[in-house]
């Protein structure tokens, strides 16, 4: 019975000492000179000058949905063409009224103002 799991046990062995191993080699290996730069909180080479409870604006969500949606088609985009002369005409169609679909998303973000930046 304990045969059938020691390739079970391997495996999570294996993938805890990649995992762990390049970090505490890192560690242990790796110079230690900290200073008052490596042990600032922000890497923008000044202090902050507001709280982190600070508002942002909603184009920065905007932006992120548009670049989510429009990564999502380009995913979906990619295997249909691979495959189009299998799935014949229909698959077309259908690819194209959703193409249709996000392109009427892309013009309607567009008039409403959120692609502009100020």
């Not at 600070?54 to 905007?62: A, E, G, I, P, T």
């Not at 193409?99 to 100020?118: C, D, S, T």
């Amino acid at each position: 019975m304990l045969n059938s799991y020691l390739p079970i046990l391997m495996f999570i062995l294996v993938g805890i000492l990649v995992g762990v191993g390049p970090l505490l080699i890192g560690y242990l290996l790796g110079p230690h000179r900290p200073d008052d730069d490596k042990n600032a909180p922000y890497e923008c080479g000044f202090e902050a000058f507001e709280t982190a409870r600070l508002k942002f604006d909603v184009r920065f969500y905007l932006v992120a949905i548009l670049f989510i949606v429009f990564d999502l088609e380009i995913a979906f985009l990619f295997p249909w063409a691979i495959v189009l002369s299998d799935l014949g005409i229909v698959a077309f169609w259908v690819m194209a009224i959703f193409l249709g679909i996000l392109v009427v998303g892309f013009i309607y973000e567009w008039k409403k103002g959120a692609l502009e930046w100020e």
